[in-house]
């Protein structure tokens, strides 16, 4: 029998502290399926954490998560993926990274992916050998080789030059519109207009706003995330 | 007594004769070494990758005996297999007293902590870095284990020689458990040590220079590695 879908996900009074601090103050959010839901924040919000949380990857201190009557745990972490900030690869070919996440006898759909994210000439080449778009479209391709209902992207454009960023945000479109639900994480305030259905605006630890983008870039109803989309900066303490 | 240079021209001569007794005493050393490196490796790398991954009560505890177990004396280690195999020890019924089996236990014991310690430190590291994409993928302990030795097999590659230099260069434990019996247990270490005792130099000299060839060849042989993984940048 087919397992029901993740979404709808509510998320109510998610609270989280580390290091003696509170960073997640009582986050109330719900995700609907479909989709590109953008987090935006300036430095130190909670974006990467709340993103950490809703993976499975955190444990909040209290609050309820609910991911369509389901509880957080292993699997409903085993349906979604992460692509992180600085993608951490094995020590490995290209190729074999792949390998490492699908079933085996799966070189079709290996060498598929490596077409989709373009490393197919690429497959031998040791995966820490390559540059950092090249290194990220890889994690992108091996997260969507689990395919997972929901894809967590925790500025994954951070560090790479605007071609790089470009690439990589093509490839989340085209997950967008073949059915996977996006979760994206940037500061970026052009990206996010570009990419987002919706925009969920964390401040000090708190879901300020969650409104869809057509809304929120012309009107936001914050200060603070004025004060982001306009680039003047936003402290978070 | 023979000089030091007539001892080194008999020396040089019986290496390159292929003396029959240098020569089955070098083999046996290098069974001896090599099969309680392979038990060694057997015991210490999934425990040294287990106290890596795992959480548990007493782990710092257990690192740091661990990590004191490193420098276990070897003549202490013999003593305490010879007791467990001599005759009146739990373990006489087996005979394996002044057998190459006892050494290869002696020895077992001897490096199976180092191989452990410095695996549990490699693969500690390794996990750090890989362990939040790990627990992305949702995978098993187990999975993430064989996952880290396979990523890691350069540095633990390293540890295992490590661990078989320390056997090959030992005398003390052997020496108590194995008897030094010719023909039978006696391995270079302790050949160098008794022919020295008897004033035949050019028999401990040949087999030093043998003994000192397998340390240079293995640590040859653990550049080789650590630049091959360089060059191919897994490391």
């Known amino acids: 029998m087919a397992e029901p879908p993740l979404l709808p996900l509510t998320l109510r009074g998610v609270r989280l502290s580390r290091g003696g601090a509170d960073r997640l103050h009582g986050v109330d959010l719900d995700l609907a399926p479909g989709g590109c839901t953008v987090v935006m924040g300036p430095n130190g919000a909670g974006k990467s954490l709340l993103l950490k949380v809703l993976h499975g990857l955190e444990t909040p201190g209290a609050g309820r998560i609910d991911w369509n009557g389901q509880a957080p745990g292993p699997a409903v972490t085993r349906r979604q993926a992460m692509v992180f900030q600085a993608p951490v690869l094995l020590r490995r070919s290209v190729a074999a990274n792949l390998d490492f996440v699908l079933p085996r006898h799966a070189q079709a759909r290996r060498d598929d992916l490596l077409a989709h994210v373009g490393l197919s000439d690429k497959a031998a080449t040791p995966a820490r050998r390559l540059s950092g778009g090249e290194q990220q479209r890889l994690a992108l ?10 894809l967590f ?17 093509r490839l989340v479109l085209k997950a967008r519109a073949a059915g996977t639900r996006i979760v994206f994480v940037t500061h970026n305030a052009g990206q996010a207009r570009r990419l987002a259905d919706d925009v969920v605006f964390l401040h000090r630890g708190r879901v300020v706003e969650h409104s869809p983008a057509a809304r929120f870039f012309p009107t936001p109803a914050t200060q603070a995330a004025k004060d982001h989309i306009e680039g003047r900066i936003v402290l978070s303490h | 007594m023979q000089d030091f240079g007539s001892s080194f021209a008999l020396a040089f001569r ?14 046996l050393s290098l069974r001896v070494s090599l099969s309680a490196a392979a038990l060694a490796c057997a015991i210490g790398l999934p425990l040294g990758a287990l106290i890596a991954v795992a959480r548990f009560r ?21 003593l305490v297999v010879y007791l467990q195999l001599s005759r009146a020890g739990p373990l006489g019924f087996l005979g394996l007293l002044y057998t190459p089996t006892a050494m290869i236990l002696a020895q077992t014991i001897l490096i199976a902590p180092i191989v452990a310690a410095l695996s549990r430190q490699v693969l500690q590291d390794m996990h750090g870095e890989y362990d939040e994409q790990f627990r992305s993928l949702a995978l098993t302990r187990g999975r993430a284990v064989r996952a880290l030795l396979w990523d890691a097999r350069f540095a633990l590659v390293t540890v295992a020689l490590a661990g078989f230099g320390r056997a090959v260069a030992e005398v003390g434990a052997v020496i108590i458990v194995g008897g030094n019996i010719d023909h039978l247990t006696r391995v270079m270490t302790t050949a160098i040590a008794l022919e020295t005792s008897q004033g035949d130099l050019s028999m401990a000299l040949a087999l030093g220079i043998v003994l000192m060839v397998l340390a240079l060849g293995v640590n040859a042989v653990v550049q080789t590695v650590q630049l091959s993984a360089a060059r191919r940048s897994h490391g």
């Open chain 2, 14 to 27: 019986l290496v390159l004769s292929g003396d029959a007794d240098l020569i089955e005493i070098v083999l």
């Open chain 2, 58 to 78: 007493g782990r710092e505890a257990l690192i740091v005996v661990l990590n004191a177990l490193m420098g276990l004396p070897p003549v202490v280690v013999g």
């Open chain 1, 141 to 150: 391709a091996r997260a969507l080789a689990t395919e997972p209902e929901i």
């Open chain 1, 153 to 169: 992207l925790d500025e994954p454009t951070a560090s790479l030059d605007p071609a790089a960023c470009l690439q990589i945000e």
